[in-house]
């Protein structure tokens, strides 16, 4: 038992009647004292999931440990069994003022079971083992971690249903998805009403873990939205599968990520492995190839160049994964936009050169890396972009205001963390930076460049291909239309191959 751990919270086990009694306070007690913190909100979502699986009352350490061990096994989804073995690690700490040897042990044991299924959570687990004598440190970025994925699936819905079209989620589409995921069928169900009746959607049988079909769990999964058609999905054999590509049948080849990172100086993707070499047989036909994914799988150079090395010697063999090699990805969807392979590389370059030791928002600097902010979409990170665009674009809190269409002194509250926004002015601040991304993509972060584009003044013509804003600046348009502009000029900036001269 964990005696610290019993002392600080009591857990309903199986149901209201089984409880693990303790001297002190319970968990709900605890979360309202602490309402509104992001660890304590880690905490609830950790019980939540996993206090209504243990069912073991006296040996309920060892029972967590056996049930993360039979979700690796399990478990379709990468993804999901990283948030998991995260939220077993939660639950583990708690409200503990300390850690004690019991639960440092716990941990270490929920981190070997990861071993033997490493992507994406092998970071994670390195990163907690790293820190466990670190305990307000490993919760603060433990809460940070939890909060991210939260929001994760939700503002990638947002950058699907925006760009779903120019990465090849439009209406009538034939698409080949590969590979069960989690983040898929979210995704999917986040594109515009119009584009999802419209689907056809093929995904391969592939026969794995537990002797069940990948194929038609995903289906299964998919025709949850009601707004799929029930007849849009079909499970085909992996060589009809392959056909489909080879023959054009398939308009996009979609697959989700394990892990991201560089090998021999190339963005790399490490997913399930196809004896039929899907995504290899995509570009070959000319079909373009999109990887849906979280900033959370990009791995560092050192450890993803380790592992990216063990795939390839497998050769597929005993092992589900396979590595997919930069110049086979046509589209990068993340939660910060819609990115070729080599702007998702220059954006998220923090994260792929870094070392495990030098991660960012995991080092024990006093203050964080120059460029954190660029991928967080927490209200922190959208403070600091807006900082940033003030100190580096010329924009100022009068100008924000009046985008968000709120008083002035309301922002500036919010700028120092006394106020808050609504969700959709946080959506629209969110949009606003994505846009900074492809403009900074286009003049290769050339802040000069951007700046001149966003105060460019447009001279009015008759032509019908003119942007909506011709007459006007980006920057004047915007402010005076509010957050919809902003999906205005996304929408024409990215129908560009290249910046138009100014």
């Known amino acids: 038992m964990i005696a610290n751990y019993l002392r600080a919270i009591r857990i309903s086990l199986k149901s209201k009647d089984l409880e693990l009694k303790s001297e002190t306070i319970n968990v709900e007690l605890a979360k309202k004292a602490q309402a509104g913190d992001p660890w304590s909100e880690a905490v609830e979502d ?10 073991d009352q006296e040996n309920w350490s060892e029972a967590l440990v056996s049930l993360l061990q039979n979700t690796k096994d399990v478990n379709h989804s990468a993804g999901d069994f990283c948030l998991r073995f995260v939220q077993a690690v939660v639950f583990v700490i708690g409200y503990s003022p300390f850690l004690d040897e019991s639960q440092k042990r716990i941990i270490q044991e929920l981190s070997d079971v990861v071993e033997n299924r490493p992507f994406p959570a092998l970071l994670w687990a390195r990163l907690i083992r790293k820190h466990l004598a670190e305990l307000a440190f490993l919760k603060e970025r433990l809460a940070r971690l939890s909060a991210d994925k939260r929001q994760l699936l939700a503002l990638i819905g947002q950058v699907t249903a925006s760009d779903g079209s120019r990465i090849g989620l439009r209406p009538h589409a034939r698409l080949l998805i590969h590979g069960y995921s989690g983040v898929i069928p979210s995704v999917l169900q986040a594109l515009p009403r119009e584009t999802k009746e419209t689907l056809r959607i093929f995904t391969p049988r592939k026969v794995r873990r537990r002797s069940e079909s990948e194929g038609e769990r995903l289906r299964h999964d998919l025709l949850q939205d009601s707004k799929l058609p029930q007849d849009a999905v079909e499970v085909v054999d992996d060589d009809q599968a392959l056909q489909l590509l080879q023959q054009r049948g398939i308009d996009t080849f979609v697959m989700s990520a394990k892990a991201i990172g560089l090998y021999e100086n190339r963005l790399c993707v490490i997913n399930t492995f196809s004896a039929e070499g899907f995504p290899r047989a995509a570009r070959e036909a000319d079909v373009p190839v999109l990887v849906i994914s979280g900033r959370y799988k990009m791995w560092p150079q050192d450890l993803f160049g380790e592992y990216a090395e063990k795939v390839l010697r497998s050769h597929g063999e005993g092992r589900f994964d396979a590595l997919i090699l930069q110049d086979v990805i046509t589209w990068f969807a993340t939660e910060a936009g819609a990115f070729t392979s080599q702007e998702c590389r220059e954006l998220y370059s923090p994260w792929l050169t870094a070392t495990i030791d030098s991660y960012p928002d995991w080092t024990r600097e006093s203050h964080p890396p120059v460029d954190w902010f660029f991928q967080d979409y927490s209200e922190a990170g959208l403070r600091a972009q807006v900082t940033w665009c003030e100190e580096k674009l010329g924009f100022g809190d009068a100008y924000f205001a009046k985008v968000l269409q709120i008083k002035l002194h309301r922002f ?3 700028r120092f963390g006394k106020d808050a926004l609504s969700i ?15 403009l900074r993509t286009f003049y290769n972060a050339d ?19 003119d942007p909506l804003w011709s007459g006007t600046s980006i920057k004047t348009y915007i402010e005076e239309r509010g957050a919809p502009a902003i999906r205005n000029v996304q929408v024409w900036i990215e129908s560009l191959r290249v910046p138009k001269s100014i």
């Not at 950790?46 to 069912?55: F, P, S």
């Not at 802040?447 to 008759?462: A, D, F, N, Q």
Request: glycine share 2%.
């Open 447 to 465: 802040i000069g460049s951007v700046r001149r584009m966003y105060e460019h003044v447009l001279p009015k013509t008759s032509e019908l291909l």
């Open 424 to 438: 959709a002015q946080e959506d629209a601040l969110r949009a606003f930076w994505r846009l900074h991304l492809r």
């Open 46 to 55: 950790a019980a939540l999931y996993w206090r209504t699986r243990l069912t």
């Open 412 to 414: 500036a509250d919010w």
